[in-house]
């Protein structure tokens, strides 16, 4: 399905853009789009934006992503802020893998 959005739209700059080419989505839209999604596959458990930017990031971790390239994708400015994922994850960083890419 993100392939073929991606083929049908042609996102300039984000790859979900507002209504407005090269504008970003504005939060209040994620949360709204978010709030729509969960209810369609009728998800009773609570999600929230940070929630999956958190996961995202987890996972990349886990894929072997290198910290810096995390930080650069979450637009952290201190590599302290991106640390706090190490944490949760507990394998080791060998490989760069995008969760993406298995889609």
Same mark, same amino acid.
């Given at each position: 399905m993100l392939r073929e959005y991606y *083929?049908?739209?042609?996102?300039?700059?984000? +790859?979900? &853009?507002g209504q407005n080419?090269? &504008? !970003?989505y504005s939060e @209040?839209? =994620? !949360? %709204?789009? +978010? $709030?729509q999604a969960l209810q369609k596959v009728g998800n009773t458990k609570p999600v929230t934006l940070h929630w999956l930017?958190?996961?995202?990031a987890t996972? =990349? =971790?886990e894929s072997g992503t290198d910290l810096r390239?995390? @930080? &650069?994708l979450l637009g952290h %400015? %201190?590599?302290? *802020? *991106? &640390?706090?994922y190490t944490h949760v994850s *507990? $394998?080791?960083i060998q490989q760069i893998k995008s969760p993406f890419d298995d889609l």
């Open positions: *083929t049908i739209c042609k996102p300039k700059i984000w +790859l979900f &853009e080419v090269g &504008e !970003q @209040q839209s =994620l !949360q %709204s789009v +978010l $709030k930017r958190h996961s995202y996972h =990349l =971790l390239y995390i @930080q &650069e %400015s %201190s590599s302290k *802020t *991106t &640390e706090i *507990t $394998k080791s």
